[in-house]
């Protein structure tokens, strides 16, 4: 059946006038309110402030991690940014022309973060930024599994 009246559901009464000879039919559908579409909620949506709610883990904790940094860890965690690739999700540390003297702050640096839970080495020279701390919005979830199965 095509409703002819397609206005007729926002009018509290109608007058509908028929040809003589035809049967008019009227039926009174009750709807619920109009609902917006239901998204489908990404991975990352309840990630915040590394707290706990409703018993709850909330995401990590990255501006007390951040403020807290010793000089090694954020000259590391810099290097990290820097050379971060967001096709990826992974940073590319190469230490080729470093002395041996960097390395060394380097080496410092990445096991402080590794202690926080900040960082993981995927292979070498190859670094994982926890991806509950950077959230990656394309790469999120197959990110968080890389992390989950890195020792």
Not at 26 to 41: A, F
Not at 88 to 109: C, F, I, P, W
Request: hydrophobic share 35%.
């Amino acid at each position: 059946m095509v409703s002819l009246f397609k206005d007729l559901s926002t009018c509290s009464s109608a007058t509908i006038l028929a040809p003589h000879g035809c049967e008019v039919q009227v039926d009174i559908v009750k709807k619920t309110q109009d609902e917006l579409p239901k998204l489908p909620e990404p991975a990352w949506a309840k990630m915040s402030i590394g707290k706990t709610m409703f018993g709850k883990y909330a995401g990590y904790p990255y501006e007390e991690t951040l403020m807290s940094l010793t000089a090694d860890e954020s000259k590391f965690y810099l290097q990290l940014l820097n050379n971060y690739n967001y096709n990826t999700g992974v940073s590319v540390v190469e230490t080729h022309n470093m002395t041996a003297s960097e390395k060394n702050h380097l080496s410092v640096g990445y096991k402080g973060l590794r202690q926080r839970n900040l960082v993981k080495r995927v292979k070498k020279f190859t670094y994982l930024i926890n991806p509950e701390a950077r959230i990656h919005h394309k790469l999120f979830e197959s990110l968080l599994e890389l992390w989950n199965n890195t020792p």
